[in-house]
């Protein structure tokens, strides 16, 4: 019999991310990009890199950054169009991987995910063991290469897992946690961007033991609810279970252009190829929402956002681009020019109209790259 006082066991957390991924699958796929600086992204000045391989961060290149920049930065880099049914194709074969060992995966993204092998499939026993064997599963079986940190909570085991990229393994005990916080700078901390990290900066935080002599009230004053959060991770502390079925709450599409839409033909033509895009990814999901959102961004980098919410599902893609366009209307005449466009679909729900679950996406949700 249990002994209702007894602590709860120690939980066991994987968390896999996939080493440059889709660059990486790029260099797998063509023999010619490996060894070379290849970034995935559109190349023209209103480019974006989505992706860059390990050669051509060397030289400065990262994600999100815009290309004209990562040109500069490395003059011989290689850009390579998109290809994101070739990256949700191996993204499937490695969540396979995962499914040999426990049920209890939450993905992040294409690349990377939570797993809770407290109690696995297989009988091992140990995540460390369950780590090298998902990580030599996914080579073997891919041709890729994945980091994995492995932890008794989500916060530490993500931190671990880039710890010794690529092609690492990072192992973080209960009684080692505080002490491998403390020891970071607040930057890598999982939702700390760049303007959370100046701003603790600011406030004399700049590592995970700055943030350790904070008490909670000090931090709720400053960051509100997340301070409570922050409290805890400072110390080792995440009590988020792994979250087999994540909720999104929205699905939706973006492109960005290489010249400027102004004319109204223009811009209703741009917005029906996004009704294309983003009905094809409600019908492959399954998704039912009753929000719709249209984003346009201007040529000085204005974006605004304009949305409708009707009373039922928008579940017919007539519908679906009828209130897309009377969106549209609201913005018109568009007399700055519009170089990106974007449609999500919001409050999605199930058939029985509470939250839906569904397996994320994350970053990638708005993926489309237009040169």
């Known amino acids: 019999m249990s002994d209702p006082d007894a602590p709860p066991p120690v939980r066991k957390i994987i968390h896999v991310d996939m ?9 797998r796929d063509n023999p010619d990009l490996r060894g070379k600086p290849v ?17 051509a961060r060397a030289f400065g290149v990262r994600s999100a950054m815009p290309s004209i920049t990562a040109q500069r930065q490395c003059p011989d880099l290689i850009f390579v169009k998109p290809r994101f049914e070739a990256y949700r194709a191996v993204s499937r074969q490695i969540r396979d991987i995962f499914a040999r060992h426990t049920d209890l995966i939450q993905p992040l993204s294409l690349d990377e995910a939570y797993l809770d092998v407290t109690q696995d499939k297989l009988g091992i026993g140990s995540a460390v063991k369950i780590a090298k064997a998902i990580r030599a599963a996914i080579r073997a079986e891919t041709g890729l290469t994945a980091s994995a940190g492995v932890s008794y909570n989500k916060f530490i085991a993500k931190l671990a897992s880039d710890q010794n990229k690529p092609d690492g393994l ?10 491998f916080v403390a020891g970071l700078p607040v930057r890598r901390f999982h939702g700390v961007g760049p303007r959370t990290a100046e701003k603790m900066a ?3 935080v700049q590592t995970g033991a700055d943030l350790a002599q904070k008490d909670e009230a000090w931090l709720a004053h400053h960051f509100g609810s997340w301070g409570s959060y922050l409290f805890k991770a400072a110390r080792g502390i995440d009590d988020r279970p792994v979250n087999a079925n994540s909720v999104r709450k929205s699905l939706g599409g973006e492109l960005t252009y290489f010249d400027d839409k102004r004319s109204e033909d223009e811009l209703r033509e741009a917005l029906d190829e996004i009704i294309d895009i ?9 998704a039912k929402g009753k929000t719709l959102v249209l984003k346009a961004r201007y040529s000085d980098f204005r974006t605004i956002t304009r949305s409708r919410t009707v ?15 009377a969106l549209l209307d609201q913005i018109l005449p568009a007399e700055m020019g519009i170089r990106l ?5 919001g409050s999605l729900v199930d058939e029985a109209g509470s939250a ?16």
């Open 19 to 27: 080493d440059a991924f889709f660059a990486s699958v790029e260099q």
């Open 39 to 55: 970034a995935v992204g559109g190349s023209s000045k209103r480019g974006v890199v989505a992706a860059a391989s390990y050669e």
């Open 170 to 179: 990072c192992v973080i005990l209960p009684e080692q946690g505080a002490e």
């Open 202 to 204: 600011k406030l004399g």
């Open 278 to 286: 983003v009905w094809d990814r409600i019908e492959r999901y399954q």
């Open 311 to 325: 009373p039922h599902i928008l579940a017919d893609r007539a519908e679906f681009a009828r209130v897309g366009h």
């Open 341 to 345: 466009l974007g449609l999500t679909l």
């Open 356 to 371: 839906e679950d569904m397996p994320g996406q994350g970053r990638f949700a708005f993926d489309a790259i237009e040169d």
